[in-house]
């Protein structure tokens, strides 16, 4: 994956969590179930952008069989999706 790709990917992920957290605040402002429900999808996206690009990387550094950084990308994602879980819980 080349980094221009990456950098539209991150960006597009960040505008689009912008959108749904903005609108869902006019939302909330006049019906506040459905805003709310609009800025915890914002708020998902927000925090799904990362952990894509990062699901990306191991697919890349996969097909280029670069191990030792498949490693290190797979270590990421299992401390992001414990994290997570964690937060869950708690």
């Known amino acids: 994956m080349t980094d221009r790709l ?6 597009g992920g960040v505008l689009l969590a912008a959108a749904c957290l903005l609108t869902g605040l006019v939302m909330w ?3 506040p179930p459905a805003g709310r429900a609009l800025m915890d999808g914002g ?10 690009r990062v699901v990306l990387s191991i ?5 280029a069989r670069d191990w030792p950084f498949v490693a290190a990308a797979a270590a990421v994602l ?5 994290t997570v879980i ?3 819980s708690a």
């Open 6 to 11: 990456a950098g539209r990917m991150l960006l």
């Open 29 to 31: 402002m006049i019906a």
């Open 86 to 88: 964690y937060s869950r």
């Open 59 to 63: 697919a890349e550094y996969w097909r």
């Open 43 to 52: 708020l998902i996206v927000l925090m799904a952008t990362p952990v894509l």
């Open 78 to 82: 299992a401390i992001l999706l414990a």
